[in-house]
């Protein structure tokens, strides 16, 4: 599929819209509050975040499938990687990540936010262990990992920069496991 | 001019405090307090606050203007709906500031000039009332400007209508508005942070920072 037909398919949805601001503080209290549950232990709550995520994204991969329309499989990788970025992040989220960095064998690829809308006014704690530890928005490597997961693909995400720490983008990196054979159902005899 | 700036929570508890100098007119934004008024400030804000706590009631503005006023401090003052209270003392040049603060009287002299402030302002204070004191205050600084120009003589370059030399102009008004303003929305944003907690001290250098520019640009 075109890279301009799968930024339309994000486009032409009609998506019920929800105040930002509400998301952003009600994802905001939710990671504050992990974090104070969790005493400040930032790999937790980073693991926290991941498993809510996957828990959200197994859900999420079938409101994705009604809302774009795509009833057609991904034909590779990199067209998975374009659906992601151009129709999954556009519907959810209202922003279109870059697609770089793909190795050669088209297995790996990272997303780079210019914005992030979970992180609007969100500044970390100056701890001095937050900004090396937290990753702020890792619910978003779950939903991605659990979504894949339903549609037969293992990948691996994580973020490898942050502007909340300090970087100069967001990026996260998703790597392609493998392909999850479908499995037959057990037979009746 | 110098600039003492301090956001206080709900609990008459310290939030962020900031001390600046002026940049119109070729200032350097640098504060010229002395070490001992450095010290005193806090105390004038502080003194302040059973001003603001009249003064609050009588009108719906979130900016209250002028205030209060302690020898050559005036204090501006600016409240946000959850009662969070900015406050601006600003002191006109150092010329009058050292010649206008208690440099070696000490204590007595504090308690007793405090009192007078108070004094100014009756218990029952209407808007009309706390109006009628900003008069006699810019009575008060108009003779002392006078004498700190003739003193200073033409060569200094502020106006009349500069901001430094005058703490009670409208002109002085509008630019502590304009600062008040632009620091209430990034004291907004610098709250909607997440772990951000109500009556915390604000340790943000963003914010510092945008304070800091907020300055710059009007005052």
């Not at chain 2, 204090?75 to 070696?104: R, V």
């Not at chain 2, 808007?127 to 060569?155: H, K, M």
């Amino acid at each position: 599929m075109s890279a301009s037909k799968a930024s339309r398919l994000g486009e032409e949805t009609r998506i019920e819209k929800v105040n930002a601001e509400l998301v952003v503080l009600t994802y905001g209290t939710i990671v504050a509050q992990i974090c104070k549950d969790f005493e400040k232990d930032y790999s937790q709550v980073n693991k926290q975040l991941d498993k809510m995520g996957y828990n959200i994204g197994l859900r999420l991969i079938e409101d994705y499938l009604a809302k774009s329309n795509t009833m057609r499989r991904c034909s590779n990788f990199r067209e998975t990687a374009e659906m992601i970025a151009k129709v999954g992040f556009k519907i959810f989220l209202n922003v279109t990540p870059t697609i770089t960095n793909w190795t050669s064998d088209s297995k790996q690829f990272s997303l780079v936010f210019d914005e992030n809308p979970l992180a609007d006014f969100v500044e970390l704690p100056d701890d001095g262990r937050a900004q090396d530890e937290l990753w702020f928005s890792n619910i978003l490597c779950g939903v991605l990992r659990g979504a894949l997961e339903m549609v037969q693909m293992q990948v691996e995400t994580h973020f490898i920069s942050d502007v909340l720490r300090g970087n100069d983008t967001t990026e996260m990196r998703v790597t392609l496991v493998r392909y999850i054979d479908d499995e037959l159902p057990p037979e009746d005899d | 001019m110098s600039y003492y700036f301090a956001i206080i929570g709900t609990q008459d508890n310290p939030l962020f405090e900031y001390d600046f100098g002026t940049s119109k007119q070729g200032g350097d934004g640098i504060a010229r307090f002395t070490e001992q008024a450095r010290q005193l400030n806090q105390f004038i804000i502080h003194s302040s606050l059973d001003i603001v706590e009249e003064v609050q009631w009588t009108n719906g503005q979130m900016y209250l203007k002028l205030i209060d006023r302690f020898f050559t401090s005036y204090i501006s003052c600016f409240l946000t709906a959850s009662n969070i209270k900015f406050l601006l003392l600003h002191q006109p040049p150092s010329s009058s500031s050292s010649s206008g603060l208690p440099a070696s009287s000490g204590a007595s002299t504090l308690t007793s000039s405090s009192s007078t402030t108070l004094g100014q302002h009756p218990p029952t204070s209407t808007s009309t009332s706390s109006l009628s004191v900003i008069p006699s205050l810019s009575t008060l600084t108009g003779g002392g400007n006078s004498s700190t120009t003739t003193l200073v003589g033409g060569g200094t370059s502020r106006t009349s209508t500069s901001i430094a030399a005058n703490p009670t102009s409208p002109q002085t008004e509008e630019a502590i508005r304009n600062f008040f303003t632009e620091v209430y929305e990034n004291y907004v944003k610098a709250i909607m942070s997440p772990f951000y907690k109500t009556n915390m001290e604000i340790r943000s250098p963003v914010f510092r920072a945008r304070v800091a520019a907020a300055g710059r640009k009007y005052l």
